[in-house]
């Protein structure tokens, strides 16, 4: 089954050490891991993404940050009218 998951990140919350470059493209990537809850949360949510840190600062105790969180789409659902919120992104940093 094909599943669409929608996803909101607080770009202020990436530890921006952790960026990584692509030796071959140049690019700049971000590793990051979705974790799934078998049930929603109170918001509705069905999962949270957490920043990927590497395996010593693992070790050292230190947990990746929650970036956001994640929401399995129902594609067969009533469709909800954008807010305005959903088209202000004149906070984005990039």
């Known amino acids: 089954m094909k599943q669409t998951i929608d996803i909101s990140l607080d770009v202020s919350k990436i530890d ?3 960026l ?3 030796p071959k493209t140049g690019k700049k990537y971000l590793s990051m891991t979705l974790l799934i809850r078998d ?5 509705g949510n069905d999962g949270f993404v957490v920043q990927k840190i590497s395996k010593e600062r693992k ?3 230190e947990r990746g940050a929650i970036l956001g ?3 399995i789409m129902d594609w067969d ?3 909800q009218a954008p ?3 959903d088209d202000d992104n004149s906070d ?3």
């Open 20 to 22: 990584y470059e692509s």
């Open 69 to 71: 969180n994640g929401k």
């Open 83 to 85: 807010t305005q919120d």
């Open 16 to 18: 921006k050490t952790a």
């Open 59 to 61: 070790a050292a105790g």
């Open 92 to 94: 984005i940093p990039f």
């Open 39 to 43: 049930e929603k949360d109170t918001y």
């Open 77 to 79: 659902a009533p469709k």
